[in-house]
T-cell receptor, first 118, second 116 residues
């Protein structure tokens, strides 16, 4: 296993179009996270899955954003009616563990999908 | 709420020298963990080191060490014997329990440039 994989690496889209990103986590990891990173900032949390259940969503995740993890393996993040403000790097991360997540669970990140909305 | 502050937008260090990257944090949760990640230009976030709030000793991982001062709420990263490959963006992050949920809260990062 080579780590967390994200596809595509880059996406340019016109404003108003829908886009979908895919994340394949490390195979034995049951936890999956999406983050968004804009230029000059650190990553900001978007949402978290444990297996197929979406357990936490940030207020940053407007109703134009939807994330799924249908079989508890790969995940997709869809943005509908894209806006220029959606331009960012979208990072996926995964981690393992059972029960309460605890504070020491490190997350392994993918290389991200860079979205440019023109 | 959790907050991470990194006040150094950019740092320069000579090859083979040590460098300290600053990080202060704020949380009202009793249990928390502090992480440092490295982000090269390729974009991937690479985990470097972890420090738990109840750990008595400062964490070390190879050339990386974490200078944890709980009373000052600081968790500075020390890189010893800098190498050209250390040039990257460095992020401090925190996960706090229970109030922080499952997310990592990141600072704005420090761009480190290692020079010959």
């Amino acid at each position: 296993d080579t780590g967390v994989s994200q596809d595509p690496r880059h996406k340019i889209t016109k404003r108003g179009q829908n886009v979908t990103f895919r994340c394949d986590p490390i195979s034995e990891h049951n936890r999956l996270y999406w983050y968004r990173q804009t230029l000059g900032q650190g990553p900001e949390f978007l949402t978290y899955f444990q297996n197929e259940a979406q357990l936490e969503k940030s207020r940053l995740l407007s109703d134009r954003f939807s994330a799924e993890r249908p079989k508890g393996s790969f995940s997709t993040l869809e943005i509908q009616r894209t806006e220029q403000g959606d331009s960012a790097m979208y990072l996926c991360a995964s981690s393992s563990g059972q029960g309460a997540i605890g504070t020491n669970t490190e997350a392994f990140f993918g290389q991200g999908t860079r979205l440019t909305v023109v | 709420a959790q907050k991470i502050t990194q006040t150094q937008p950019g740092m320069f260090v000579q090859e083979k020298e040590a460098v300290t990257l600053d990080c202060t944090y704020d949380t009202s949760d009793p249990s928390y963990g502090l992480f440092w990640y490295k982000q090269p230009s390729s974009g991937e976030m690479i985990f470097l080191i972890y420090q738990g709030s109840y750990d008595q000793q400062n964490a070390t991982e190879g050339r990386y060490s974490l200078n944890f001062q709980k009373a000052r709420k600081s968790a500075n990263l020390v890189i010893s014997a800098s190498q050209l490959g250390d040039s990257a963006m460095y992020f401090c992050a925190m996960r706090a329990y229970p109030g922080g949920g499952n997310k990592l809260t990141f600072g704005t990062g420090t761009q480190l440039k290692v020079e010959l």
